[in-house]
């Protein structure tokens, strides 16, 4: 990967000149792609290539129409592709099904995009710290439900969009460790932290959910939602002592919750 901190400082630049509102506002109607990929036209090889292994990043629409090239170039990709497009009116010489399968491909993408960076973080911390560690991070072991593997633990980012659940958050899946990746609406929770219409009691959570948001995290200015160095942290002090670090996982998500 080479220089960490450098990775780090260059993946958060490009992140930040994603255009978020204009890709949710274009795709938020755009969902008739929706069931399982066949495996030869998952997008996870070139989102790994370009973005982890050659460190290349590409605006959305440069590395869709990449990866669309890919797929016809392909013969074996290719023909799984029209294979799949069978399921779809074909409109437009393919436009409505490319659409639809941009805007699919947007969502996995964005995903993505969400686990490197916790990989990211982890490499500049372990720098940091002078930890030598093996980061294993490819599509093979993300279409496994694998983000990050570290020796014997395997990490997964798990999603929380709200207070509720972070309360019911699952610290361990299938072996793999869920790391929580906070989405909260800020705005909506500083609105509910100040309104006379939510009980005090709800106030007061809003408010200590906002603290741990932003004691864990990064909002960039587009609002994309970073890790903060803090949280990687005691992720990489605890990888020798897994029921430590769950223990941690468990004190993060009361933090989130409000509690």
């Not at 491909?105 to 930890?131: H, I, N, P, S």
């Not at 599509?139 to 593997?149: C, E, F, K, N």
């Not at 798990?158 to 309360?167: D, L």
Request: proline fraction near 2%.
């Amino acid at each position: 990967m080479g220089n960490a901190t450098n990775a780090l400082h260059s993946y958060r630049e490009f992140l930040e000149t994603i255009p978020l509102d204009k890709y949710r506002e274009k795709f938020k109607a755009v969902k008739w792609v929706e069931q399982d990929l066949p495996r030869e036209i998952l997008p996870q090889w070139s989102i790994f290539m370009h973005y982890w292994d050659k460190q290349s990043f590409l605006d959305f629409d440069s590395w869709f129409e990449d990866f669309w090239q890919l797929l016809h170039s392909n013969s074996t990709s290719l023909a799984v592709l029209k294979d799949f497009k069978k399921y779809y009116f074909d409109k437009d010489n393919d436009g409505w099904f490319k659409l639809g399968f941009r805007a699919r491909m947007y969502r996995t993408w964005t995903a993505v995009l969400t686990q490197l960076d916790f990989c990211y973080m982890f490499a500049y911390v372990c720098e940091k710290k002078g930890k030598v560690v093996v980061l294993e991070c490819n599509a093979d072991l993300d279409i496994a439900g694998v983000d990050l593997r570290v020796g014997d633990i395997d990490f997964g980012v798990g999603k929380i969009s709200q207070r509720k659940e972070a309360r019911s958050a699952a610290i361990v899946r299938r072996n793999t460790i869920q790391i929580p990746y906070a989405v909260f609406n800020v705005d909506d929770y500083v609105r509910k932290s100040k309104s006379p219409r939510v009980s005090e009691e709800n106030r007061i959570a809003y408010q200590n959910a906002l603290k741990a948001f932003y004691k864990y995290f990064v909002l960039l200015k587009n609002g994309f939602v970073c890790f903060g160095q803090k949280y990687v942290d005691w992720v990489v002090e605890n990888l020798e002592d897994p029921d430590q670090l769950k223990e941690q996982i468990k004190s993060l998500l009361k933090e989130l919750s409000g509690e």
